[in-house]
Structures are given as structure tokens and as C-alpha cells.
């Protein structure tokens, strides 16, 4: 009994013994230089003597003074005379986002609290280190420090670097109030500093301030791996080592917009209004539409910010306005805005119209003062439509043909005998009553008999072909098209697109209507589009015939067929 109970004890020594071996007894913590400089990364190792997790330490209690990288996480196990030891170690790169005194506060693990660290950070810019020839470095500038809100300034990042750059990343300014937006690609070079050599790379930002007030620009971070010159001397395989830094904090002052400023606020280097028609015209018709198109372009402004313009179009007009369209682009460094305004236009009456001048303040960011952007005002002749009015077929029909031969012969009888012309002529009022009331009883007959055989030669409204065009982007065909739909189902002869719309609501159909007769008017007909049309026409049709759908829109028309 005894025997079998000494292997049992001996199991539970030796793991009384590894637990004991395996608990913490201290903790620490230290950071690899000190002081340090403004902008230098400082690297914190907190090393504990047992094998722990790695999230068993915060580091977010540094997030006031330090921008933290991501911490790395190591253990090691070490065998010497039969005796194990085991460790965890935390490294971390951390950025003071100020000079001065800063603390490090103590860490806790298991019981066990690490010392606080003082760390004197020094007020000495980057210029320190590229005179000791440091290998890798950022500079930070803006381009103006004096803004309004909205005003849009480049803010310009460079990493200098003479080694041999693995990789990186780059994080993005911070200000608190601004929307901050990266312009263009990163632009490659090189610069001779303090007599080194440095290859550079270069980003370019735009900040848009919101409020009124001074703000700091906390710089970006750059974390990235170059080659370890040390090691590459004597190791073809050789080891990289990371590298972190910062650039510098870059203070701004920002003005509130002026109380006297007209109109909405806009702040640009530079803004033109430009003016285009289509087709291009010296004068209107009547009921034929043209396309105004307002172009508004703005240097050093994002497309968000251009306001909408105020046109002022006189009565006498029917308008048909798109929504407008905005872009933006860069262009040599700077970005530039772009707002276009188009508008179908359609006289009604005949006369002379008189287009006001389009006037847009906007305040001059280069000379500081209000500025103004102007459209000349235009004077423009509508002519009357050329068309005229039909002649009615059955008034003229009403006309029987032997009127004018009768009364001929009556003229001519009258200077022979007066006897013969009271008999004769009351006789051949009779005989001219009677053929008019047969010729008006049979009229009807006739008239009736008529659309018998006419639809044979009409051609009717086929919604297959409507889709077809517009998914060809076929204008002519779709505007075809819709006229027969207007002949077959509205029973109206239009004409022109412009004598549909006047039938049919006012929805997103008709809109395209009015783009698709634009369209059939510029000299660039070929890029019209019709997906969009379709759509609207889809819509209409479901909300003329409710409880329709897409699938079942071919059975609104059962006798329509091709041509």
C-alpha cells in the first residue's frame, strides 16, 4: 500500500515544484532612450517572468500623451542546469504628441506593478536628427496657416530616407473640425540635405476647416522596415529593422466667414462661369427646344462645396432642369471643381426675351477680397412657328361637285326668259335638295367605312421596339416610337415630343422626354442613353395601369404589332 502511494507523491511534488518554477516574481518595465527628441520613436518594453497572455497588459492608459503602434508580443523558455525559466515580453513604438515631462505609469500583472518612467521629451525639431545623418525622417508644411472656414489649403508630407526602404505605411494628418482628403498620387524624388543624398516621397492632402478657431495638425506616423546597414556589412541574408516616425505638429488659425459676405459662402483661388448652347442659336422658335448648359469651375475647392446658381430666366418660358452635375479633378498639384447646369428651354410666344446676367460672388482666397463671377446678360428673338393650321377634309367635302356647273347654267338662262327661270330653277332647287339629302345620308356610310381598311397601311405602336431603341441608344427610333404611342393610345397626332409631354404628367417620364429631344437636337445625338427612359416608362405604365408589372407589360397592348 505503501509502495503504491510514493509514485502518486512523487507527481504531486513535481508539479507543486513546476507551478512554483512557473510564478511571476516580477515585472518591468523600460524604454530605449531618454530623453528623446520631438517627433522620435521611443520603443517600451514591459518584460514578465512568467508565461502570460499577450493582451495581460493595457497600453491604452498611454493614448493622452503617446501615439501608439501596434505592440508586439514574445516568450521564451530557458533550460540551464535542469532548471526552466520562462518570460513574456511586451514591445511597443510610442510617439509624444508633446514636449515636456511625460510619465509612463506604472503596469500591473498578477499583483506585481512595474516602476513608473519619467521621460523628458526635448523641443528640438527634426533638423537635430539629419544633422547626425539619420536614415529615415518626415517633414511636414502647410501651405497657408491663416484660413476661413471652408477654405481649402495643401497640406504636404515628405519622408526623407537614404537606405534601403522595404516597406511602409503612412497615417493620415489629424485635426479636430476639418475634413481632411488625400489629393493625387504620391510624387518620388530626391533632395540633398545637410550635404546627404535623400530619396524622398511626397503626399499631399486637402484640409478643409469647418469652425472658426486655432487648431494644431497632428502629423502623420510613418511605420515601415529598412535593411539594418550593420548586418548587411557582414551577412549577405541580411535583417531588417523597424523604423518609426513623425512629422512635425503644424498650427493653424482659421476666420470665420464675413458677416457682410452676399450669397453663399464660397472661397476659391479662382471661379469662371461658362455659357454653352445646343444646338448654338442666334435665335428661337417657337415650340422647339434648346439646351442651356452653365458650366461653374472652381480652382482649390472640392465639388461639395459649389453652391447653385440663380439664373433668372424671364416668363414666356417653359423650363425643363436637370439635376446638376459635379466633378472634381486635380490638376498640377491643385484641385479643381467642377459644376454643370443644364437646362432644355422652350418659348411660347413669339417676341424678344431677355436673359438676365448670372452673377456669383465668391471670395478671392489670393487677394483676400470679395470677387464676383458674371454671365453677360443675352437678348434673344423668338420666331413663330412656320406650321400652319390644316384644312378640315369634311367641311371641304361638304361641297357637292356639280354646285358650280348648275349655278352656271342658271346665270346663263336668267337674261332668256323670266318664266323659265322661276320653273326652271325651282325645279333644279328640288333636284339639288335631293342630291344633298341622299349625298347626307350616305356620308356617314361612307365615312364609317373608312377606318375598315385604313389600319392595314398604319403602322402602330409596338412597346418591344420602344425598349429595343433605348437599348440601343437609339433616339430617332424611340422618339418614333412614342409618337405612335400618342397617335394609338392617347389619340392625339403629335407631331413632336414637346406636344407628348403637354399630355402626360408631370413624372420622371416626361423628364426624359425632354432629355431625349434635347438630344435629338445637339450634334451629339449619338451619346444619349436610354436605360433611363425605359425606366421612367415602366414606372408610368405601371402607375397608369395599376397592379401591372414588368412582366406582364406587354399585355397593356394586345393588338399592337411591328410594321
Given at each position: ?221 510613418f511605420n515601415g522596415e529598412m535593411v539594418d546597414r550593420d548586418s548587411a556589412r557582414y551577412n549577405y541574408f541580411a535583417r531588417t529593422k523597424s523604423v518609426v516616425q513623425q512629422g512635425q505638429p503644424v498650427d493653424i488659425s482659421v476666420k470665420a466667414i464675413p458677416d457682410n459676405f452676399p450669397g453663399d459662402w464660397l472661397v476659391a483661388g479662382l471661379v469662371t462661369l461658362t455659357e454653352e448652347w445646343s444646338p448654338d442659336i ?245 451619346q444619349w442613353q436610354g436605360d433611363a427612359l425605359w425606366q421612367s416608362w415602366q414606372q408610368y405604365q405601371r402607375q397608369a395601369t395599376p397592379g401591372t408589372t414588368d412582366n406582364s407589360l406587354s399585355g397593356l397592348y394586345p393588338h399592337s404589332g411591328a410594321d
Amino acid at each position: 500500500m505503501v509502495k503504491a502511494l510514493l509514485p502518486a507523491a512523487a507527481i504531486l511534488l513535481s508539479v507543486l515544484y513546476s507551478v512554483s518554477a512557473f510564478a511571476m516574481t516580477s515585472l518591468t518595465a523600460s524604454v530605449d532612450k531618454n530623453p528623446a527628441l520631438q517627433g522620435e520613436a521611443i520603443t517600451l518594453e514591459v518584460v514578465a517572468d512568467s508565461r502570460l497572455s499577450a493582451d495581460a497588459i493595457n497600453f491604452r492608459v498611454l493614448e493622452q500623451d503617446f501615439t501608439i503602434m501596434v505592440p508586439s508580443v514574445s516568450s521564451s523558455t530557458q533550460v540551464i542546469n535542469g532548471q526552466s525559466s520562462h518570460s513574456t515580453s511586451w514591445k511597443v513604438v510610442l510617439l509624444p504628441k508633446r514636449t515636456g515631462e511625460l510619465t509612463i505609469p506604472t503596469f500591473s500583472v498578477q499583483g506585481f506593478n512595474s516602476a513608473p518612467i519619467n521621460l523628458k521629451v526635448l523641443n528640438e525639431q527634426v533638423k537635430t536628427a539629419t544633422d547626425a545623418g539619420a536614415e529615415l525622417f518626415l517633414r511636414s508644411e502647410i501651405q497657408q496657416d491663416q484660413l476661413y472656414v471652408q477654405q481649402l489649403s495643401y497640406y504636404q508630407v515628405t519622408i526623407f530616407f537614404n537606405g534601403d526602404l522595404q516597406r511602409g505605411s503612412l497615417s493620415e494628418p489629424q485635426i479636430e473640425g476639418a475634413s481632411v482628403t488625400q489629393v493625387g498620387q504620391d510624387v518620388e524624388g530626391s533632395e540633398l540635405v545637410n550635404g546627404i543624398r535623400y530619396r524622398t516621397i511626397t503626399r499631399r492632402y486637402a484640409i478643409i476647416p469647418q469652425r472658426s478657431g486655432n487648431f494644431t495638425i497632428s502629423a502623420p506616423t510613418f511605420n515601415g522596415e529598412m535593411v539594418d546597414r550593420d548586418s548587411a556589412r557582414y551577412n549577405y541574408f541580411a535583417r531588417t529593422k523597424s523604423v518609426v516616425q513623425q512629422g512635425q505638429p503644424v498650427d493653424i488659425s482659421v476666420k470665420a466667414i464675413p458677416d457682410n459676405f452676399p450669397g453663399d459662402w464660397l472661397v476659391a483661388g479662382l471661379v469662371t462661369l461658362t455659357e454653352e448652347w445646343s444646338p448654338d442659336i442666334t435665335e428661337l422658335k417657337q415650340g422647339e427646344p434648346v439646351t442651356r448648359i452653365i458650366t461653374l469651375s472652381a480652382v482649390d475647392v472640392a465639388e461639395n462645396q459649389l453652391p447653385e446658381l440663380t439664373q433668372g430666366f424671364p416668363e414666356g418660358l417653359r423650363l425643363y432642369q436637370e439635376q446638376p452635375q459635379a466633378k472634381s479633378a486635380q490638376r498640377n498639384g491643385r484641385l479643381v471643381a467642377q459644376k454643370v447646369f443644364t437646362t432644355a428651354v422652350i418659348a411660347n410666344k413669339a417676341g424678344t426675351l431677355e436673359l438676365p446676367e448670372v452673377v456669383l460672388p465668391w471670395w478671392n482666397s489670393q487677394t483676400n477680397q470679395l470677387d464676383y463671377a458674371r454671365l453677360a446678360a443675352r437678348q434673344l428673338t423668338v420666331t413663330a412657328s412656320s406650321s400652319a393650321a390644316p384644312v378640315n377634309p369634311v367641311v371641304a367635302s361638304n361641297l357637292p361637285n356639280n354646285t358650280a356647273p348648275a349655278n352656271s347654267e342658271i346665270l346663263s338662262n336668267t337674261a332668256s326668259s323670266n318664266w323659265q327661270w322661276n320653273h326652271l330653277s325651282s325645279l333644279l332647287l328640288l333636284l339639288w335638295l335631293g342630291s344633298g339629302i341622299v349625298f347626307y345620308l350616305l356620308w356617314p356610310h361612307r365615312t364609317s367605312r373608312q377606318p375598315v381598311t385604313a389600319p392595314a397601311s398604319r403602322v402602330k405602336f409596338n412597346h418591344n421596339k420602344l425598349k429595343a431603341a433605348c437599348q440601343n441608344n437609339d433616339a430617332a427610333a424611340a422618339k418614333a416610337e412614342l409618337l405612335r404611342f400618342a397617335h394609338q393610345q392617347l389619340d392625339q397626332r403629335c407631331h413632336a415630343l414637346t406636344e407628348l409631354m403637354a399630355l402626360l404628367p408631370d413624372t420622371s417620364l416626361q423628364q426624359q422626354l425632354q432629355q431625349l429631344n434635347a438630344a435629338l437636337y445637339s450634334p451629339h445625338a449619338s451619346q444619349w442613353q436610354g436605360d433611363a427612359l425605359w425606366q421612367s416608362w415602366q414606372q408610368y405604365q405601371r402607375q397608369a395601369t395599376p397592379g401591372t408589372t414588368d412582366n406582364s407589360l406587354s399585355g397593356l397592348y394586345p393588338h399592337s404589332g411591328a410594321d
